[in-house]
């Protein structure tokens, strides 16, 4: 019996997964801010029906489109790969949602070397100091910690 997530049937599910998670994130943004699809339309520079059909079905969304579409909100966007110990995908992958609210809860940091102090987690304690390795003529150390509860698990420093 396979109980493997509905995103592992295929790499097509996976990828219109992904997008749709995407397209979700961008009617949530014009939702806030009040932007409606016309104005969003003429943002991004095609038509409001384009911007209908992507949000619709948004499986044709290339890579680039989704740089311009968060661009045209004033936003930027990652393709970031993670593992969660579940190579099988059991339970799916998570929604971008998770990916935000770390960031936030981290200050919104621009990039490793605005870490400066411990940062402390259920799962592990990530240090991040200026003191090591050299790229691009900053020195930075980075170093983990298993807590008591995740000794014996697979690596999961991030």
Not at 11 to 37: H, M, N, P, R
Not at 60 to 79: E, H, S
């Amino acid at each position: 019996m396979n109980t493997s997530h509905w995103t592992m049937q295929s790499l097509c599910d996976f990828a219109y997964w992904v997008a749709s998670d995407f397209t979700a994130q961008i009617e949530s943004k014009l939702e806030v801010e009040g932007i409606g699809k016309n104005d969003f339309a003429n943002r991004v520079g095609v038509s409001a029906s384009r911007v209908s059909q992507v949000l619709n079905d948004p499986g044709n969304l290339t890579l680039g489109n989704t740089v311009k579409y968060a661009r045209a909100l004033g936003m930027k966007v990652a393709l970031v790969m993670y593992d969660d110990a579940d190579p099988d995908n059991d339970k799916g992958p998570i929604t971008a949602d998770v990916f935000t609210k770390c960031w936030e809860r981290l200050g919104k940091p621009k990039d490793l070397f605005e870490f400066q102090d411990v940062k402390e987690s259920n799962r592990v304690f990530i240090v991040y100091k200026n003191t090591a390795a050299t790229v691009e003529n900053r020195r930075f150390e980075v170093k983990c910690q298993e807590s008591a509860s995740t000794a014996g698990e697979r690596g999961r420093c991030a």
